[in-house]
């Protein structure tokens, strides 16, 4: 029997070993990937031997098929080298019938702890309640896991500060910025309608460069102080925070409150006076205006 020249070069180039009834070789393609190949003799039917072969990698590498291309019957399927570039997620979701349309209750689940503020939706599994201020708000999953929640809560206590303070600026700056304007021979800050200032009102251009400056200044050295510090309460010059928990949370809870409704109140401000071209103390003190 004639042996073909190219696979002579392919022994040649290969490694090979030998058992009692097979051949295996191992060799490397022109890209570089390692694979073997064993052939074996086995005794037909009729009598005579016949050859089979398999190629397998031998540094198997998994496949990517976002597009879904590979089949169920592919070879690559079958060997499961197929991976999804997300962790696979069983997620199992109740079923609930706030409207009761279902007529038999044996397919709803009953046992369900609902959303406090939304009651029609399952409460988020990373929202325990163990946060003060926690009623089960995160409809679009934001904060799925305990570390995305801490930092939420951080940044949520942040704004809440920042609006509680704009939220009383806003309409005092109404009252008082032609008044001390005059007084120090300054030009007035307040725009068309004695509207403040802001992105949707404009006249932030007015302001001198130096208040930012300011402002930014104390923003960072505010930030940088509390980096170093694991409590977000630790700040308290008047000596104001109470030492027992009970009152620490009731504490914690107002303060988180108002700072949710000095959020919605500040972005009111904005709105209506956008809309209005008036400013937001107008309607309640109309004589001053």
Known sequence: MTVPKSILLFFASSATAFTSNSLIIKSKASNGDLFLVSAGLEIGDDGFFKATTSVNDADEKSIFDPLQLYGESTMERKKGLIRSLEPELK???PVIDPLNIYISKEEVDVDVDM???L???PRPTSLTGELVGD?????FNFADTEEKLLWQREAELKHSRIAMLAVIGWPVSELLDRPLAQMFHLDPLLGSGDRVPSILNGGL????P??????LAIASSVELLQMNRDDATSWDPLGLYP???REQNQLKQVEID???LAMLGITGFAIQEFFTNTAVMEPLLPAHF
């Not at 009623?135 to 409809?139: A, H, I, N, R």
Request: glycine share 6%; hydrophobic share 40%.
């Open 91 to 93: 997620v199992i979701k």
């Open 115 to 117: 959303s406090t503020s």
């Open 119 to 121: 009651p029609f939706m």
């Open 135 to 139: 009623v089960g708000f995160d409809p």
């Open 205 to 208: 251009d007015r302001v001198n």
């Open 210 to 215: 130096l208040y930012w400056v300011f402002v």
């Open 243 to 245: 030492e027992d928990t």
């Open 258 to 260: 108002n700072g949710r």
